[in-house]
């Protein structure tokens, strides 16, 4: 694992949509597995510029997100759906076909999942992979858990997940309980994966993520287990990892 402390937001957004670009760059019709939630939006937001100053092309590039809410069309504006059009894809020359969320209307959510796999699968893996972090350790919507759920699979969403995202609702009663995610094998398949941290609320999640023991109750900690993990942390979110100790 590659740890970089960043002084704040901004740079950490720099940073991450450097490394976007760059594997963009390199592999112009590669596939980026995206996230969402508040920590990506100023790298979306740096890609939008670079695409618009820059000529960064998307056009060959292949998206798959981590996750969605079960139960929200994709017109939704609490969706991903909705917010990755908003802050990615109405943006930028990706083509619309080329960019993959798990459905939050499935017919059938086993057949779903499934055809998600395969989908990642048959666009040949992911090769670079953006990852948020939730104050729990979450990855994706892969909660805390007594296993690692390997595969993309329905989660019922932690109260803490549930409280955490309320911001976006009108109230916590209206977010969503079940969500549809990636799993971990689907994640830790990717060639790169990028963790992105920003806040001191998150010290504690990156400290068990980056030192803790490897467990599914920090689903994050099988990390370690990757060979090119790039923890882009912000210096409050990095407040125990620069001190060396955990909170509790
Ligand atoms: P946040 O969410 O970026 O909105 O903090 C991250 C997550 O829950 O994975």
Redesign the pocket.
């Known amino acids: 694992m590659r740890v970089i402390v960043v002084k704040d937001y901004a740079e950490l957004s720099r940073n991450a949509a450097r490394m976007v670009a760059g594997q963009i760059y390199l592999k112009p019709d590669c596939v980026l597995g995206l ?7 100023g790298m979306y937001w740096e890609l939008t510029q670079d695409y618009r100053d820059s000529g960064l092309n998307f056009a060959e590039v292949t998206t798959f997100n981590l996750d969605e809410y079960l139960g929200l069309a994709p017109d939704d504006p609490q969706s991903y759906h909705y917010y990755m059009q908003q802050n990615l894809f109405a943006k930028v020359n990706i083509k619309p076909e080329h960019t993959h969320i798990p459905t939050g209307q499935p017919q059938d959510i086993a057949t779903a999942c499934r055809e998600y796999d395969a989908a990642i699968k048959a666009a040949g893996g992911i090769d670079l992979q953006v ?5 729990n350790g ?4 892969n909660e805390p858990d007594l296993k690692f759920e390997a595969t993309t699979h329905m989660v019922k969403l932690d109260e803490e ?1 549930i409280a ?2 309320a911001r976006f609702f009108k109230s916590a009663a209206e977010v969503p309980r079940f969500a549809l995610s990636m799993g971990i094998k689907n994640i830790m398949y990717a060639r790169k994966i990028v963790l ?4 001191e ?2 010290a504690e999640a990156i400290y068990r993520t980056v030192y803790g023991k490897i467990t599914p109750v920090t689903p994050a900690s099988i990390l370690q287990l990757h060979q090119d993990v790039t923890v882009i942390v912000e210096e409050g979110a990095a407040g125990l990892l620069l001190e060396g100790r955990a909170q509790s």
């Open positions: 996230a969402t939630g508040s920590t990506p939006l990852l948020g972090i939730g104050k979450h990855i994706g919507f997940t955490a995202n992105l941290a920003s806040g609320e998150k």
